[in-house]
C-alpha cells in the first residue's frame, strides 16, 4: 500500500495543477484570440502601455491607432490590452446631460469676491 499512497499523491498533485493552472490559462488564452479575432476599424481600445486610441487600420500583424486627432500610431496586434467598446456603438449612446449645480453660484460669488479683494489690496 505505502508504493500506491505516494503514486496517488502524485496523481493527486499533477490534477491540482491542471485545474488550478494549466486550464484558467488556455481558458484566458482562448478568450484573447477571441478579441484578437474580433477587433475592427473603430473600435476604442487601450494598449498594453496603457495607451488609448481608436482602431483605424488592421492587417495581419500590425494595428494602427489615432491616438489624437490626425495622430496615427503603428502598433504589434498583442500590443492591444483590451477593447473598451466600438466608436459607432459611442456615437448611438447619448451623452449624459449636465445638471446645473446649485453650488456654482455660490462658487462664482466667491471667484467675484476675491477678484474685488485683490483689486482694493492693490
Known amino acids: 500500500m505505502g508504493q500506491y499512497g505516494s503514486l496517488i499523491w502524485i496523481v493527486v498533485m499533477v490534477a491540482m495543477m491542471y485545474f488550478l493552472i494549466l486550464r484558467p ?25 496603457g495607451i ?6 488592421i492587417k495581419e500583424d500590425r494595428i494602427t491607432l489615432e491616438i489624437a486627432s490626425e495622430v496615427y500610431v503603428h502598433f ?8 473598451l467598446r466600438s466608436e459607432t456603438k459611442a456615437s448611438k449612446t447619448p451623452e449624459p ?14 471667484i467675484d469676491q476675491d477678484q474685488d479683494d485683490d483689486q482694493e489690496n492693490r
Open 76 to 83: 504589434a496586434k498583442s500590443a492591444i490590452g483590451s477593447i
Open 52 to 57: 488609448h486610441g481608436i482602431v483605424r487600420g
Open 25 to 49: 490559462q488556455k481558458k484566458q488564452q482562448k478568450e484573447r484570440a477571441t478579441m484578437m479575432d474580433s477587433l475592427k476599424k473603430g473600435d476604442r481600445v487601450v494598449t498594453i502601455g
Open 97 to 110: 446631460e449636465v445638471l446645473p449645480d446649485e453650488d456654482m453660484a455660490d462658487a462664482d460669488y466667491v
